[in-house]
């Protein structure tokens, strides 16, 4: 059962800490989004990587926030300096191409589980 | 950029009842339209989708209508169940420009079906 996978599930740190999240997509998939779920903004796409590189990074906060993709099977999100505003649910979803060309895509995307951070 | 907007907020309805959960989208250029179910602690999981070419498609108790001319779509559950209770999300995209096939998500529907 494909799925995609997130740790940690659960982070609670204290302002002004570094805090790294971690995806591993489903094997195969070449797209990888970041999302922030809250009660107030819903869900806001981050950042998102199509084989390892960088497509879009515009709804990340630069100065604090940096999405990378080392390889193939692993994402990172990391914060540093958390700060309290930071405190929502990060999801991870894995993308596959459902239609379109490689220019102009359409993905199937398919979310981890959370992770849910809570900076005091 | 593309503006997704989702109603009702809530809708509770009785076992057996059918729920419809309504959105509209801002561009036209937008011709996918997935439909996901978000349980509690979990993330977000998705249940149907269309896309711009097809009026309708139906999986089992669940079923999406798209009118591209009025650009609103629906998501339609049919005997619903208690475990149809969660929150959900309807999205759109467009795989062109410099979109890249990115989802914009409407703001949720909170479905509570009673026993």
């Known amino acids: 059962d494909a799925r995609v996978t997130q740790t940690p599930r659960h982070k609670v740190t204290e302002m002004g800490q570094e805090v790294t999240m971690r995806c591993q997509p489903i094997?195969?998939?070449?797209?990888v989004f970041w999302y922030r779920q809250t009660m107030m903004q819903g869900l806001e796409l981050l950042a998102y990587?199509?084989?390892?590189?960088?497509?879009?990074d515009s709804g990340m906060p630069k100065d604090r926030f940096s999405a990378e993709m080392p390889d193939a099977t692993l994402a990172t999100l990391k914060i540093q300096p958390s700060e309290p505003r930071d405190s929502a649910v990060y999801f991870c979803?894995?993308?596959?191409?459902?239609?379109?060309?490689?220019?102009?895509?359409?993905?199937?995307?398919?979310f981890g589980p959370g992770t849910r951070l809570t900076v005091t | 950029g593309e503006n997704v907007e989702q109603h009702p907020s809530t809708l509770s309805v009785q076992e057996g009842d059918s729920a419809v959960i309504k959105c509209t989208y801002s561009?036209?250029?937008?011709?996918?339209f997935p439909w996901y179910k978000q349980e509690l602690g979990k993330g977000p999981q998705l249940i149907i989708d269309?896309?711009?070419n097809v009026g309708e498609k139906k999986d089992q108790r669940i079923a999406v209508t798209l009118n591209k001319t009025a650009k609103h779509f629906s998501l339609h559950i049919t005997e619903t169940q208690p475990e149809d209770s969660a929150v959900y999300f309807c999205?759109?995209?467009w795989g062109g420009g410099t979109s890249y096939g990115k989802l914009t998500f409407g703001q949720g529907t909170i479905l509570t079906v009673h026993p």
């Open positions: 094997l195969g998939h070449n797209t």
């Open positions: 269309i896309r711009s």
């Open positions: 999205a759109a995209s």
């Open positions: 979803a894995s993308g596959l191409v459902l239609f379109g060309t490689s220019a102009n895509p359409n993905y199937e995307q398919y």
């Open positions: 561009d036209s250029a937008s011709n996918y």
């Open positions: 990587f199509r084989n390892r590189a960088p497509l879009d």
